[in-house]
């Protein structure tokens, strides 16, 4: 029996590969990763590789959602 394409008990493997022969930049396999994470916070490995994916964005100079601070909330004036 064969995994399919959709199966995503690979995904984390599929995303390292990605990520490691160039076809994903790091700030996409971060929001992967995140997807997976939001999905169950002790997804295997994508702690460990969402960590490899975010030195690699900052070695590049990549922007990231890890090195970003959201903005300050908006004040409504009355």
């Given at each position: 029996?064969g ?21 994903m ?7 992967a ?5 939001r ?7 994508a ?22 601070h ?6 409504r004036?009355?």
């Amino acid at each position: 029996m064969g995994a399919t394409a959709t199966d995503e008990r690979y995904a984390v493997v599929r995303i390292k590969l990605a990520l490691f022969d160039g076809s994903m930049p790091s700030g996409a396999a971060m929001q992967a990763l995140i997807q997976l994470m939001r999905k169950d916070p002790d997804w295997p490995g994508a702690k460990a590789l969402y960590q490899t994916a975010s030195s690699s964005a900052f070695e590049t100079r990549q922007s990231s959602a890890a090195h970003s601070h959201p903005p300050p909330p908006v004040e409504r004036k009355r």
